[in-house]
């Protein structure tokens, strides 16, 4: 799942997602005020309906992805949010983030890919600035078809709950729990469940 392999997957399709926020984002952070110069990470951004959604809720966005054709759909469509997002081509798993420069870091199903020494998921945790949130969802595994059946491996890549697990004492845990899905699964899927893990960074 590299650079190439999700710009074609971009590619085949005028438009791959619906265009809406993802639900577990909405539920969580709408009730969470920006403050005035609220920053927000949107990792993963695709072709940008939660960095979009943050702009428009008052976040001032840093929305990452590696596909340059996502970014470019994405940007399309923020001609009203002139300066409320920055677009970039980003590989956490070659560059971290700023440190401590986001009252929230949001990963919406990004897959990151499991490494040794943690060091992506890490420098995710890390941008996180103290008293700022961190928002990370995945599909919950036992809705996926059979190893087998598919062509990615899915524990390959952090699960919620294991990004719970590498939270030190700097952080407290809000939520950590398996939810039904706020908005009918993608053609072709069957994700009815969410995995969802709130933190927020004390210090």
């Known amino acids: ?20 926020p993802n639900g577990a984002l909405v539920t969580e952070i709408a009730g969470l005020a920006p403050g005035p110069a609220g920053r927000a990470l949107d990792v993963g951004c695709g072709e940008g309906a939660d960095a979009l959604w ?28 002139s300066g409320r997002v920055e677009w970039l081509r980003f590989d956490l798993t070659v560059t971290a983030p700023p440190a401590a420069a ?20 890490r420098g995710l945790l890390d941008a996180v600035a103290p008293g700022g949130t961190l928002l990370f969802v995945g599909h919950d595994l036992a809705d996926l078809p059979p190893r087998e059946e598919m062509d990615v491996d ?5 699960q ?32 009815t469940n969410d995995t969802v893990l709130r933190a927020r960074r004390l210090r």
Request: glycine share 4%.
């Open 102 to 121: 986001f009252d929230l870091v949001s990963a919406q199903y990004f897959p990151l890919p499991r490494q040794p020494e943690h060091t992506a998921a």
């Open 160 to 191: 919620p709950a294991e990004i719970a697990g590498l939270l030190d004492d700097d952080w407290t845990v809000l939520i950590d729990e398996t939810r039904p899905r706020t908005a009918p699964a993608p053609p072709g899927t069957h994700h």
């Open 1 to 20: 799942m590299d650079a190439q392999f999700w710009d074609d997957m971009y590619r085949s399709a005028d438009q791959l997602h619906s265009g809406n």
């Open 154 to 158: 899915p524990g390959a890549y952090y």
């Open 54 to 81: 943050l702009a428009r809720h008052g976040w001032q966005v840093t929305a990452l992805d590696i596909s340059p054709t996502a970014l470019e759909r994405a940007a399309a469509t923020a001609a009203d949010l």
